[in-house]
């Protein structure tokens, strides 16, 4: 059993579609890390902060999973979208375009600290605008990393992928269950 320490309901989802046990622990985290400078690294020092933060109020808990993710479009991180205009801006630079998600976590259990960085990758058809309207309207673009939803809004518009769904969807769970050996 391991702890998932986030509120992630499409994590939560993730582990208990890749049939990994586990309690979730909703924590609030501070992920302003100010600069986001290099696009490959910043999701991991973004999970390294959770960790700090988790840990010091939680010392002695085991079995803890760290994970969170970024969107990339032309070498511009996207984290979660504030407000209609910063999803709508996310929403616009991913249609028509390459866009990557750079999901990140850590492992911490008893015997076994596992750290991953993985990346997958879309090209998109252009997006119709009365669908991001809808989409954005409906509030599912918030709390996503790039306002992206690849299980929903963006699914259909998929032209090729390169790299795990569930690594775009917020967690390379493929990684972390081969570790777990389930």
């Known amino acids: 059993m391991i702890n998932l320490a986030s509120s992630s309901v499409t ?24 600069i986001k400078k290099d696009p490959l690294t910043y999701s991991y020092n973004i999970v390294k902060a959770k960790e700090m933060q988790f840990l010091k109020k939680f010392p002695d ?24 205009a910063q999803a ?17 976590f850590i492992f911490i259990g008893q015997n076994l600290r596992l750290e991953n ?14 669908e991001i309207d809808a989409y954005i309207k409906s509030k599912d673009c918030y709390g996503k990393a790039g306002a992206m939803m690849i299980e929903g809004f963006n699914k259909k518009y ?10 775009a969807m917020g967690l390379n769970a493929e990684i972390l269950k081969a570790y777990l050996c389930l």
């Open 11 to 34: 994590r939560a989802r993730i582990l208990k579609d890749f049939g990994i046990s586990f309690t979730q622990i909703p924590f609030k985290y501070d992920e302003n890390l100010g």
């Open 61 to 84: 808990l085991t079995n803890v999973l760290f994970a969170d993710s970024v969107v990339v479009v032309n070498n511009q991180i996207y984290g979660k979208a504030k407000d209609k």
């Open 88 to 104: 709508r801006d996310m929403i616009l630079a991913q249609s028509g375009n390459l866009a990557s998600v750079v999901s990140s």
């Open 117 to 130: 960085t993985s990346i997958t990758t879309y090209k998109f058809k252009k997006f119709d605008t009365d």
């Open 158 to 167: 998929i032209i090729s992928q390169v790299g795990n769904t569930s690594t």
